[in-house]
């Protein structure tokens, strides 16, 4: 079956949880698989993946339909909020005022017609329940203000017979006015609409957080062309490979590495750093980040669409429909809780005065303060609220976490385990020594810039932190590379590779022994204690050992303060996971005050070790930055990777990215979950104990219905203040202070 572009859709009004399950339960039956759509709230798009499917993009509209929302193929310069009219940017705040004033109003006139005019006015009408019919259009009006964005809602959870909020209250209200009580159905009206205008601002501020980053991208890139005359074009005509010009005070277009030019670069869109970094020749610059004083040419190393912004922006995007576990929680309660509430309401206005001959009016008048008060809207915007505010704070100070889903694990871990190189270490080694092998009668000896050359041949193809040591050495030695083709990467060992049609091979200890039986000469001296704790790359070709390069790697200096935040905050073990031979890989555990050490690891072993820690402690983070990390990342149950060295596997396959490297931010992101975890609970407890509190007093006849709305408005605010704390949390100073 040929593979099929996905089908996108803008849908208008996909802002919340409520629009996304309202779409799944139309979608699902036809796709079977959840897997395949992707709900981007920021920009309110919607992705099918079709790839493998026999559905017609008018069988998905034809659902999308059934919902009720309104939709329109994807374009990606839809209008945004900027250019919407000012009607459709302050409709809700709009409507909400004519309310408050309209229930003011007819409140005012009913009052003065109580005291001036008699009960037979003629413009009185015994069916308003005894208002005249100026005040009893003036609650109409503000009524139907506050209610007019509720009603389609409540249309379609009546047709569907799914009874949600929208729906509640909108029978409370005609409830209201059914029994004469137009003061309190105006005062319904308006504060729930009053309360969906604060959840709307809430959730619209945190996501401007984060969607001020699409504004960091410049609209144009100045492109030099070999001539040597510059094109002003948009970044996303710019291929790969080519060369861009940055001026003085510039917004960087495109990733990409400095070719020439020193400057410093504001990195603070995509680090959190609000301290300039110097960047030189060689140095990774990224796109929405802003030049000082220097001039750069850089060489574009990403597409517009794969920069780091435009990955943060695309997964914080998607973030919205990865929900954590007390959302999906709260979802699932208010499913049953609602129509639990409308059953209740039935009961309490039918009960009392078929079976107890009480007073019809008096217990309607109760059954709807009951449905006022059990109106989920504290309740359900509690946890929304927390995970976007708590998502958009780590993001701002450089963890992006990819869900909802992925905030709460942090608080939850048992275990830790770290990589070493790039992650305790800063995953910047430099060439101690080169360590040649005396020659032997018959053979060729190379020297050592012979031997340089053939080295960083092979080292120039990888990415690896050891390979990239190894070509700055040669560079310094003023050693020209030889060309390498064929070049062959062997996970967790090495690389294999031609150069001059002949095959060499360049890597670890246990790549030397595939190879061959080893040389015992190279053995006795890198074995030494001057080398024993340092990284060896042995470069080979057949059976015969060239030389060996040893590195080393200075460890982090808050390595062991961060773990032992983590063994104070209730981490019961941490264990340190390497590739690298035994006495390097010791020297770093102790440094870090590590105890479990596994060296000489494979990518599988990696894995094998991970799994073995989830079943001996449950919930286990896996700290990485490297390719070989990848699979151990997937496999944790919480994957974490260091954005700033780490490679795209690492990064795309972690749930949390570290965009500074900055290991304090580990603790942090634990106490920023526990924190998280804590407001969470404590706005579920606040709306539910206010709710029960009142639902007694319902029962005892001392609450209203203005009182129980006053009620629900004022614990959704206090719930969305509370939520909101998260927005001012920041990192502690650590290695890279913010």
């Not at 996905?6 to 996909?14: A, E, S, T």
């Not at 005012?108 to 015994?126: F, K, N, V």
Request: glycine letters at 8%; proline letters at 5%; aromatic letters at 6%.
């Amino acid at each position: 079956m040929p593979s099929r572009a996905p089908l996108q859709r803008k849908i208008h009004g996909l802002d919340c949880a409520e629009e996304v399950s309202l779409l799944k339960r139309e979608l699902l039956p036809l796709l079977n698989d959840e897997s395949r759509l992707t709900f981007d709230l920021l920009r309110a798009k919607l992705t099918v993946d079709l790839n493998d499917t026999t559905f017609s993009s008018e069988q998905i509209d034809a659902a999308i339909q059934r919902t009720g929302l309104r939709y329109e193929p994807w374009v990606e310069s839809s209008p945004d909020e900027n250019t919407q009219s000012s009607w459709q940017k302050h409709r809700r705040t709009i409507l909400t005022v004519v309310s408050g004033i309209c229930g003011l109003l007819g409140w005012l006139l009913q009052r003065g017609e109580a005291h001036t005019m008699p009960d037979d006015g003629l413009l009185i009408d015994s069916s308003l329940h005894g208002i005249s019919l100026p005040a009893a259009t003036t609650f109409i009006v503000g009524i139907v203000a506050g209610l007019i964005l509720v009603l389609p809602k409540a249309w379609r959870s009546l047709r569907s017979l799914r009874p949600d909020m929208n729906l509640l209250m909108c029978v409370a209200v005609v409830g209201a006015i059914a029994i004469g009580e137009w003061v309190e159905a105006a005062t319904v009206a308006f504060l729930f609409s009053l309360s969906l205008l604060l959840e709307s601002w809430s959730i619209g501020r945190a996501r401007r957080a984060i969607s001020s980053l699409m504004q960091w991208t410049p609209p144009t890139a100045r492109v030099l062309a070999e001539c040597g005359h510059v094109h002003e074009v948009s970044p996303d005509e710019v291929p790969i490979g080519s060369t861009v010009q940055i001026r003085p005070g510039d917004k960087v277009p495109l990733d990409g590495i400095v070719k020439s030019g020193t400057s410093d670069i504001d990195q603070s869109p995509i680090t959190g750093e609000s301290i300039p970094d110097e960047k030189i020749v060689g140095d990774t610059v990224y796109a929405g980040t802003i030049n000082g004083d220097g001039v750069l040419t850089i060489q574009t190393t990403k597409t517009a669409d794969d920069s780091t912004l435009a990955r943060i922006i695309r997964m914080v995007s998607e973030a919205g429909s990865k929900r954590a576990a007390s959302e999906q929680w709260v979802e699932k309660f208010a499913a049953i809780y609602t129509p639990i509430v409308f059953i209740s309401a039935l009961l309490v206005m039918l009960v009392p005065p078929l079976l107890l001959a009480a007073s019809w009016e008096s217990w309607i008048y109760r059954s709807l303060v009951l449905l006022v008060i059990a109106c989920p809207c504290a309740l359900v915007i509690s946890t929304p609220v927390s995970v976007i505010s708590a998502l958009t704070s780590a993001a701002r100070h450089g963890v992006l976490i990819k869900g909802g889903v992925f905030i709460e694990l942090p608080a939850n871990l048992d275990a830790i385990a770290f990589d070493k190189t790039g992650t305790l270490t800063h995953g910047a080694p430099s060439v101690a020594d080169v360590v040649l092998p005396e020659q032997q009668p018959g053979s060729t000896q190379l020297d050592q810039d012979e031997f340089l050359s053939l080295a960083a041949a092979i080292a120039s193809q990888s990415s690896h932190p050891l390979s990239l040591a190894i070509v700055d050495y040669a560079k310094k030695q003023q050693v020209q590379p030889q060309s390498a083709a064929d070049v062959t990467a062997i996970p967790g060992k090495g690389t294999m590779a031609s150069i001059d049609g002949r095959s060499y091979w360049m890597g670890s200890r246990r790549l030397m022994h595939d190879q061959t039986a080893g040389c015992q000469q190279i053995t006795q001296r890198i074995d030494t204690p001057e080398y024993r704790d340092h990284s060896v790359v042995i470069l080979g070709r057949g059976e015969d050992v060239l030389g060996v390069i040893l590195l080393r790697d200075p460890i982090r200096k808050n390595a062991k303060d961060v773990v032992s935040k983590l063994r104070s905050s209730g981490i019961q073990h941490v264990s340190m996971l390497t590739g690298d031979h035994d006495s390097a890989a010791q020297r770093v555990a102790d440094a870090a005050g590590i105890d479990d050490v596994h060296s000489q690891l494979l990518p599988e072993d990696k894995v094998e070790v991970v799994g073995l820690m989830v079943e001996e402690y449950g919930n286990v983070a896996m700290i990485g930055d490297g390719v070989n990390d990848a699979p151990a990342l997937a496999i944790a149950t919480l994957g974490i990777a260091m954005g700033g060295s780490g490679s795209d596997a690492a990064i795309e396959t972690a749930d949390i990215t570290l965009m500074t490297d900055d290991l304090d931010l580990i603790p942090w992101l634990r106490d920023h979950s526990l924190r998280t975890l804590s407001i969470i609970r404590q706005n579920i407890t606040f709306a539910l104990g206010i709710k029960f509190l009142f639902v007694v007093m319902t029962f005892l006849g001392y609450a209203s219905l203005w009182a129980a709305i006053a009620a629900d408005t004022g614990a959704s605010l206090l719930v969305i203040f509370n939520a909101l704390r998260l927005l001012q949390t920041r990192p502690s100073d650590g290695e890279n202070a913010i």
